[in-house]
């Protein structure tokens, strides 16, 4: 059973412009896979597309082996990690410590054990000084591995990352290719979506192009 | 500055959306407001605006129309009673008759601000300006109304980064429900306060108000056609209005 598969997947948006055209894909649970193209190749379309954020004009995205649309998006959440591409995006809550644990909580967790979880996630990512502070006064890199901190405590199977090192200097790429790295030695398996040729050459054993909409 | 004929200009659509809501508020007979709502949608036809997206959009407002419509037909209780209960009227003709009108009303409302999407911000703005509305309140409501929906797509965006949490919004008792709507106000809100404050800053920076006086680079001209849309929408207007107040319609 493939965890993620695309069968002659096709996306165009409601005015009619054509995004992805027949697309055919295959990841499996560990794969660390790199989707590259230039920018409004489709890339962000493809992941969303996968998470469900958006449904295919054409074609099936099957999740598991089976047909994704059957999934709700906190179906798939449950499973499969998002980090969007402007982490902001996902923040909702007022502090550090609360975005990594509010989701946990919400999911049955203890109190106890999600505390702990915390602990452990801001260890990790290195956002221990940070526990308190509210997320949207973080830096650019603090934000990424806060996004990728409170998507990892949930321990999903798969990630899928949009452009994670956009808007981080050399220092910063580096720690995040070190946290990534981490992500990948404890067996989960992700979709890293960038243009980053060298980040993408170093953490992923596939790397697929996706050019005009259609993968090369 | 470029003296510049685009039309139809934003003063005419504005005169023209001005004319049609004023008359769906004013008109109460769902015949009248039927007409209403098929020359409004003559209007949206030859302007060239997309029906198919226009019905879109209605369809995003269904549940007020269904609220309204209930609204109406349990408040109303005019006309013959048709649903009753131990002497309450639920549902009576007039009950039905205003449920249509309102969500008629609506429906031409909704249709005629669809107008305006022929024009651009900018082009509103000048329109605005043209029309004696001082620049900096013209430019600053229309920076608002642009907001709208970039403040409802964040609302969605954060509703759908807790579902990707795992989180079922529908399976959650309802403590946890409202405690996660009150979640998403934050984000929605800072994100509001953060884009203002970047938006004053680049506003500043690019002069803004500095001068006393600013430069058009466009000053779009009326032509007859607009002129005689303007007249035949605020002439009509006025005389449905002259109608409605000596009782000819309702």
Redesign the interface.
């Given at each position: 059973m493939t965890y993620i598969q695309l069968e002659q997947v096709s996306f165009s948006w409601?005015r009619g412009e054509q995004v992805l055209k027949d697309i055919n894909l295959a990841i499996e649970k560990h794969d660390t896979v790199a989707l590259m193209g230039p920018n409004g190749s489709g890339k962000t379309t493809l992941g969303k597309l996968i998470?469900g954020?958006l449904a295919p004009s054409a074609g099936r995205v099957l999740l598991w082996g089976e047909d994704a649309a059957k999934y709700?998006?906190?179906?798939?959440?449950?499973?499969i990690?998002?980090v969007?591409q402007n982490p902001?995006?996902?923040?909702?809550?007022?502090t550090v410590s609360e975005e990594i644990g509010?989701?946990l909580k919400?999911?049955g967790m203890s109190p106890e054990e999600a505390e702990k979880r915390v602990g452990e996630m801001l260890g990790l990512f290195e956002l221990e000084a940070y526990a308190d502070t509210?997320p949207?006064n973080l830096s650019q890199g603090e934000k990424q591995r806060l996004a990728l901190a409170?998507?990892f405590a949930?321990n999903p199977e798969f990630i899928i990352l949009d452009e994670p090192f956009s808007g981080l200097d050399w220092l910063r790429k580096q720690h995040l290719l070190a946290m990534l790295a981490r992500v990948g030695e404890t067996g989960v398996g992700y979709l890293l979506i960038s243009h980053d040729e060298e980040m993408c050459a170093r953490l992923c054993s596939r790397v697929l192009h996706l050019e005009g909409g259609e993968l090369r | 500055m470029k003296d510049r004929q685009d039309f139809p200009d934003v003063r005419t659509l504005l005169a023209v959306v001005l004319a049609i809501t004023s008359l769906a508020i004013a008109i109460n007979d769902s015949r009248w407001l039927l007409l209403l709502l098929a020359i409004t949608l003559a209007c949206l036809l030859a302007a060239g605006v997309s029906l198919k997206?226009l019905l879109?959009r209605l369809r995003r407002y269904r549940w007020l129309f269904f609220i309204i419509a209930l609204a109406q037909s349990l408040t109303n209780g005019s006309g013959r009673a048709l649903l009753a209960w131990r002497g309450y009227v639920l549902l009576s003709s007039g009950g039905l008759l205003g449920a249509a009108a309102a969500l008629l009303r609506i429906a031409i409302i909704l249709a005629a601000v669809g107008l305006l999407s022929l024009k651009d911000y900018q082009q509103m703005v000048v329109g605005l300006t043209q029309m004696g509305v001082p620049y900096e309140f013209a430019f600053m409501v229309l920076l608002a109304v642009r907001f709208i929906p970039v403040l409802m797509e964040?609302f969605r965006?954060?509703l759908?980064?807790?579902?990707?949490?795992?989180?079922?919004?529908?399976?959650?008792p309802l403590k946890?429900k409202l405690r996660?709507y009150s979640?998403?106000l934050?984000?929605t809100t800072?994100?509001a306060l953060?884009r203002s404050r970047r938006i004053a800053v680049a506003m500043e920076a690019r002069a803004f108000r500095a001068y006393p006086r600013r430069t058009w680079l466009e000053w779009p001209r009326l032509i007859p056609w607009d002129w005689l849309i303007i007249v035949l929408a605020l002439g009509g207007t006025a005389g449905v209005l002259y109608l409605k107040i000596r009782g000819v319609i309702a």
């Open positions: 409601p998470i954020l709700s998006l906190a179906a798939r959440g449950r499973r990690g998002y969007f902001e995006r996902q923040f909702f809550a007022s509010f989701a919400l999911r509210f949207f409170a998507v949930l | 997206l879109r964040e965006d954060s759908a980064a807790i579902e990707l949490r795992g989180v079922d919004l529908k399976a959650i946890d996660v979640y998403l934050m984000p800072a994100g953060i």
